[in-house]
Each structure stands twice: as structure tokens, then as C-alpha cells.
């Protein structure tokens, strides 16, 4: 059965830091696109980020591009996001993703909320 | 910027078909966008119903299909549940490792 847990999750003030964990299990991590997605209050999902198999090749939405980073650590199949420069509308819940394109998994999501 | 779009809301009956769409404010969806959908209850973390246009993940009943009817992905439920009532995502592939997805579809049953 795969299992994605995100964890990391919390409160920050605005300009604050936090990083976001996904550890992987059941599935060939090292072999998956892995990406994370975001849900604000009440609101519909945002694609945030991806990251290539081996951690070479990565995307970011432009709402977050420059402020946020993904990796990843394929020994422990973890991946990673770092989020700098936090501001209130970065405010959601944040599902880790497996592999969008083919029959993807999703974690059970991890709570940011930034106060102004 | 492309904006990926979907109906706000639909309502079916218990026992009837309705069909959800997808696309895109300039040009149109094809298999190339490797279009997914989403299925999300309120409180629950998302579901993957269909991937690459029109294939099931694994567990999805076969009353859920996917396709591309003229210039939009669809998706379409034939015998609709009262379980089925829930919010319905679409994600489109738009090159490099990014993805966008449309603002969502609330179905209702009754």
C-alpha cells in the first residue's frame, strides 16, 4: 500500500520559515515525479512544485518561484519543501503528490497558516 | 496565461449520467495534456479518479470515464450515487514538471 506523510506543518508569522517533509512508502520513490499541491481556506487546488526523479529538474508555480525549494532524498525517500519569506495568502494545506501523470497518490496534508 | 476551466457546479439525479468538463481559455485539451481528475469529499485529502485522459486508477469504479469530447477533457459518471457527491478536480500537464488545475466542479446528488 503506498503512504505519503507529510509532516513540518505549523504556524509562522509573515517573512517567517518553515520546511515541509514527505516520506514515501509502498511505492519505488526514486522512480516518481513527486510534486506538491496546496488547498486554501475554503478554496480550490494550486499545483506548487515538482521535482524530477533524481532531483535535477525542478518546477514552481510563479506564486512562489524564488521564495520556495524543493528537493528531495531518494536514499531515504523523503522530498522536501522549503518555504522562505512566508506570506498570508501562502496560507493552506499542502498535500505531497506522487507522479501527477500517472495515477497519483496523495498524502493527507500538513496545515501552514501565516499571521500577518 | 492559460486558465484551465471547469463548471462551478452541476447537479444530477441518483441513477443518471452527467458529464464534467475541462478546458482551456486559449486553445484546446488533447491527450497531449495528459489530463487527470480529482475526486475530493470535505475534510478528505483529494482521490485520483483518471489519469492520462481516460484511464482509471486502481479501485475507481468503472461508472467513472474519461475522454476528450471536442476541445475539452471530460468526465463523465453513468448511474450517479448519492456517494458520489463530491468536489471534481481536472490537472493538466503544461510541460517541464508543472501542472495547473481547474478551479473545480461541486456536484450534487439528489
Known amino acids: 500500500e503506498v503512504q505519503l506523510a507529510e509532516s513540518g506543518g505549523g504556524s509562522v508569522e509573515s517573512g517567517g520559515s518553515l520546511r515541509l517533509s514527505c516520506a514515501a512508502s509502498?511505492?519505488?520513490?526514486?522512480?516518481?515525479?513527486m510534486h506538491w499541491v496546496r488547498q486554501g481556506p475554503g478554496k480550490g487546488l494550486v499545483w506548487v512544485s515538482g521535482i524530477n526523479t533524481n532531483g535535477r529538474s525542478t518546477d514552481y508555480a510563479d506564486s512562489v518561484k524564488g521564495r520556495f525549494t524543493i528537493s528531495r532524498d531518494n536514499a531515504k525517500n523523503t522530498f522536501y519543501l522549503q518555504m522562505n519569506s512566508l506570506r498570508a495568502e501562502d496560507t493552506a494545506v499542502y498535500y505531497c503528490?506522487?507522479?501527477?501523470?500517472?495515477?497519483?497518490?496523495w498524502g493527507q496534508g500538513a496545515l501552514v497558516t501565516v499571521s500577518s | 496565461q492559460t486558465v484551465v476551466t471547469q463548471e462551478p457546479s452541476f447537479s444530477v439525479s441518483p441513477g443518471g449520467t452527467v458529464t464534467l468538463t475541462c478546458g482551456l481559455t486559449s486553445g484546446s485539451v488533447s491527450t497531449s495534456y495528459y489530463t487527470s481528475w480529482y475526486q475530493q469529499t470535505p475534510g478528505q485529502a483529494p482521490r485520483t479518479l483518471i489519469y492520462s485522459t481516460n484511464i482509471r486508477s486502481s479501485g475507481v469504479p468503472d461508472r467513472f470515464s474519461g475522454s476528450i469530447l471536442g476541445n475539452k477533457a471530460a468526465l463523465t459518471i453513468t448511474g450517479a450515487k448519492a456517494e458520489d457527491e463530491s468536489d471534481y478536480y481536472c490537472?493538466?500537464?503544461?510541460?517541464?514538471?508543472?501542472?495547473?488545475f481547474g478551479g473545480g466542479t461541486k456536484l450534487t446528488v439528489l
Open positions: 503528490v506522487s507522479e501527477m501523470g500517472k495515477g497519483a497518490y
Open positions: 490537472g493538466v500537464f503544461m510541460g517541464g514538471g508543472s501542472w495547473v
Open positions: 509502498g511505492l519505488t520513490f526514486s522512480s516518481y515525479w
